[in-house]
């Protein structure tokens, strides 16, 4: 089955800094979606990258889709305290279910 | 965008017994989900409740443990069944209205 690979699994960074995490996918994908879960909270939903290739900013953030489109990444600028939180990839293949990868748990030291 | 209340927001347990989890969505959807994510681990989809037939397991989970009703496009039920310690989760319903959206969450603790 598919399977989506997330790493690192935790981060520490200095505010300021910047943080990237990355997803791989076992198969091709028709969408990737990324989610952001604060501490004791539930997964929301940031985006989905649909083509190839593709990247998206919002802000400080820039999602980008592999030109395979079995890759992806998140980038932050500039890091700040309410970035804390797990980041998920989660891949959407030929079915409409998520397969979600495993994680990147975000620590911001200010 | 969706807005999704899930009863419980949390319970405690005891081992053998079951609990049923109800997802309400403000909007008709065809798709609802429920997933589990176990403590400090990633969200792994149960089953999709499906409005007027039988929900779709995932490899790894079954009618009999988690039995599912889906009785109208913005309503679900998931029921853990003869619970044990290692069900003791978070269980959440996602529905996909044009894009994905997650409950609050019912974190159960077995004991």
């Known amino acids: 089955g598919q399977q989506v690979m997330q790493i690192p699994q935790y981060q520490h960074v200095q505010e300021g800094e910047d943080f990237t995490t990355y997803c791989n996918s076992s198969?091709?994908?028709?969408?990737i979606q990324w989610y952001k879960q604060r501490p004791g909270g539930h997964p929301v939903f940031l985006i989905q990258?649909?083509?190839?290739?593709e990247v998206k900013k919002q802000k400080r953030l820039t999602f980008q889709f592999g030109e395979a489109k079995k890759n992806s990444s998140l980038h932050i600028t500039a890091t700040q305290t309410t970035d804390v939180g797990t980041y998920f990839c989660?891949?959407?293949?030929?079915?409409?279910?998520?397969?979600f990868g495993s994680g990147t748990q975000l620590t911001v030291l200010p | 965008s969706a807005v999704i209340s899930q009863k419980p927001s949390r319970d405690i347990c005891q081992r053998g017994t079951s609990l049923t989890i109800q997802c309400q969505v403000d909007s008709q959807v065809t798709m609802m989900f429920w997933y589990r994510q176990q403590p400090g681990q990633s969200l792994t989809l149960i089953a999709t409740?499906?409005?007027?037939?039988?929900?779709?397991?995932e490899s790894g989970f079954v009618i009999d443990k988690f039995p599912i009703s889906r009785p109208n496009l913005t309503f679900s039920t998931l029921t853990v069944s003869n619970m044990s310690p290692e069900d003791s989760s978070i269980y959440l319903c996602?529905?996909?209205?044009?894009?994905?959206?997650f409950g609050p969450g019912t974190r159960l603790t077995v004991t």
């Open positions: 198969t091709t994908l028709s969408n």
């Open positions: 990258l649909v083509k190839s290739g």
């Open positions: 409740a499906n409005q007027g037939s039988e929900a779709t397991y």
């Open positions: 996602s529905v996909d209205s044009g894009s994905i959206h």
């Open positions: 989660a891949g959407q293949g030929s079915a409409r279910q998520l397969t």
